[in-house]
């Protein structure tokens, strides 16, 4: 699956690599499209109460 989201974490999947996003919010589909010259992408937010962080990492996909 090239893009998995639930809770705290989101994973997009490409070409043999991931990208991680982990926070301690939850991590929805804002259910729109943002685009640019490269192409058209889902929009995801981050919500969280008072304070919130994000963790990102790009990992090689392993078994993906």
């Given at each position: 699956m090239p893009v998995g989201c639930g809770g705290g974490e989101?994973?997009?999947?490409y070409r043999g690599w991931r990208c991680v996003y982990?926070?301690?919010g939850?991590?929805?589909?804002?259910?729109?499209c943002s685009c640019n010259r490269n192409g058209r992408y889902r929009v995801f937010m981050a919500h969280g109460i008072?304070?919130?962080s994000l963790k990102v990492s790009i990992e090689k996909d392993v078994g993906g």
């Open positions: 989101l994973v997009v999947r982990k926070s301690d939850e991590i929805v589909d804002a259910g729109l008072n304070c919130l």
